[in-house]
C-alpha cells in the first residue's frame, strides 16, 4: 500500500476485555515496530519484527501484551484483560531495511487510540 | 538504556523567528539520528536525519547539526511559520534496540 494503515483507528474498551490492534505495513517493508504514545509524551518502544521473526519484544509492559506477524506482512497487537494503564495511542511503523532503524527512519501508521473504561 | 532527553518541552516563537530544539543521548555508538514531527491527532513524521559522519544537514528551511563529542544534536528552524506549529520528536538507536524517542517539544508559532 502507499502507506501504513492501522485499524481500528479508535477503540473503546471495557476494563477486563481483549482487544486487537491491526497494522498493515507497506508492502515489502522487512521490519516492522510497535510503540505506544500515552498523551503528551513521546513514541515507547514496545516489539519489533524483521519479517515473521520477532527480534525484540522487550518494550512489552506485561504478559498481558502479545504481538504476532505470522506471514511477514500483517501484524497483530493483542491486549487481553485490558486495564485503565494501557490506554494510549498505539503507533505501528515499517521500515524496508532489515534493522533496528539504526541508519534509516521509519514510516509511521496513524495509529489506534485505545480508551480503557 | 538509551536514554535520549529533549528540550525545551515547549517553545513559542513569533512568526519569521528561528526555533531550536536540543536532544542529548547517552549511547556513544549511535550514529542515526532523526527528527519527526506530530500535528495534533495525526501521525509522526520524518522531517530530516543525520548520520554520525557528517556534522550538519540542511533541507531548505530545517536543519539538524550534531556534536558527537558531547552526545548532543540540535534541531533548527528558521523563518518559522504557523504551519510549523507541532509537537518535535528527536530519537536515536541503542545498541540493537529500535529508535528510542525523546519526550518532544512542543512549538507554537505565533502569527
Known amino acids: 500500500g502507499a502507506g501504513v494503515s492501522q485499524s481500528p483507528r479508535y477503540k473503546v474498551a471495557k476494563r477486563g476485555q481483549d482487544v486487537a490492534l491491526r497494522c498493515d505495513p507497506i508492502s515489502g517493508h522487512v521490519s516492522l515496530f510497535w510503540y505506544q504514545q500515552a498523551l503528551g509524551q513521546g513514541p515507547e518502544f514496545l516489539t519489533y519484527?524483521?519479517?515473521?521473526?520477532?527480534?525484540?519484544k522487550s518494550g512489552l509492559p506485561s504478559d498481558r501484551f502479545f504481538a504476532e506477524r505470522p506471514e511477514g506482512s500483517v501484524s497483530t497487537l493483542k491486549i487481553q484483560r485490558t486495564q485503565q494503564e494501557d490506554s494510549a495511542v498505539y503507533l505501528c511503523?515499517?521500515?524496508?531495511?532489515?534493522?533496528?532503524?539504526?541508519?534509516?527512519?521509519?514510516?509511521f501508521g496513524s495509529g489506534t487510540r485505545l480508551t480503557v473504561v | 538504556g538509551e536514554n535520549v532527553e529533549q528540550h525545551p518541552s515547549t517553545l513559542s516563537v513569533q512568526e519569521g523567528d528561528s526555533a531550536v530544539i536540543k536532544c542529548t543521548y547517552s549511547d556513544s555508538a549511535s550514529n542515526y539520528f532523526p527528527w519527526y514531527k506530530q500535528e495534533l491527532g495525526k501521525r509522526p513524521q520524518l522531517i530530516i536525519d543525520i548520520r554520525s559522519n557528517v556534522g550538519e544537514k540542511k533541507d531548505q528551511r530545517i536543519a539538524v547539526t550534531l556534536n558527537k563529542t558531547a552526545k548532543h544534536f540540535s534541531l533548527h528552524i528558521t523563518e518559522t511559520q504557523p504551519e510549523d506549529s507541532a509537537v518535535y520528536f528527536c530519537a536515536a538507536p541503542w545498541g540493537n534496540t529500535p529508535l528510542v524517542f525523546g519526550k518532544g517539544t512542543r512549538l507554537s508559532v505565533i502569527a
Open positions: 511503523a515499517s521500515s524496508a531495511h532489515a534493522s533496528t532503524g539504526a541508519l534509516y527512519g521509519y514510516t
Open positions: 519484527f524483521q519479517n515473521e521473526a520477532q527480534l525484540d
